[in-house]
């Protein structure tokens, strides 16, 4: 949900897309997705919520780290792992607005969703999920957690 007055449909662009991640060596996962939302325009941010929702309940605890919230999914031999900017990594793309020591990723045993709040003029502001899929257990341990943590620039040229 973009609470935004002024944008058309075509201002606002939602890409879901495969990508190759960059990986320590040795390490793989067998499909990483990029949900990628784009504002087309340079535009007041009063509130922005990005939420992603899945019907199998999450094991174990959420599986965050410098710069990423991330949570992880299993079920019958299928790893799945979801992650997105914490506010410290969001507070280098958007400074001056306090991200850095905020919450704003909210974690549930079935979705993530970004929500943040009064991110004021921004010209083409951008947010990401990166969805791994990995075998459970994984060939090589934290294959996909490492999927998930990719720099938003990166992204934004897949």
Request: glycine share 6%; net charge negative.
């Amino acid at each position: 949900m973009l609470n935004v007055a002024d944008l058309s449909r075509n201002q606002i662009s939602f890409r879901a897309t495969g990508f190759l991640p960059q990986l320590p060596p040795g390490m793989s996962v067998k499909r990483c997705t990029l949900l990628l939302l784009v504002v087309e325009a340079f535009v007041e941010l009063e509130e922005v919520s990005f939420d992603l929702t899945f019907s199998t309940k999450a094991v174990g605890a959420p599986c965050t780290g410098q710069c990423l919230d991330a949570q992880e999914w299993s079920d019958n031999g299928k790893l799945v792992v979801i992650g997105t900017e914490d506010g410290e990594a969001l507070s280098y793309r958007f400074p001056q607005i306090g991200l850095e020591d905020k919450a704003v990723v909210e974690l549930s045993d079935r979705s993530m969703t970004l929500r943040l709040a009064d991110l004021g003029k921004r010209n083409r502001p951008s947010f990401h999920f990166i969805i791994a899929e990995n075998d459970d257990p994984e060939p090589v341990e934290s294959s996909a957690w490492f999927a998930v943590d990719q720099a938003h620039e990166f992204l934004l040229g897949q």
